[in-house]
């Protein structure tokens, strides 16, 4: 005996048409994917708002990723080195 599964189903927010299918191995999960003049723009796992399939459609822009600033970190002295000044601190 198998577990029954959810059906999918079809339906539109705004202008975007829904298609909601069942995810393979759960018994009650749907992948909503969202079109756009018949065009995928993308999926999720909830429900999908309006503003959510706005988002897909035309996400916000992201500024570029920094490199990574190395900050002054000391390791470990060297062998023979001398002892750190601490007064000038």
Do not use: W
Not at 15 to 30: D, G
Not at 47 to 53: A, I, Q
Not at 77 to 89: F, I
């Amino acid at each position: 005996m198998s577990i029954p599964m959810v059906e999918g189903r079809r339906f539109k927010v705004g202008k975007y048409e829904v298609i909601a299918q069942p995810i393979p191995n759960s018994a009650h999960m749907l992948r909503y994917t969202v079109f756009v003049n018949g065009a995928r723009i993308g999926a999720l796992v909830s429900v999908p708002t309006e503003s959510d399939c706005r988002f897909l459609e035309a996400p916000p822009p992201v500024p570029p990723v920094k490199p990574f600033q190395v900050l002054y970190r000391p390791g470990r002295p060297k062998k023979g080195a001398p002892p750190r000044n601490t007064e000038e601190l």
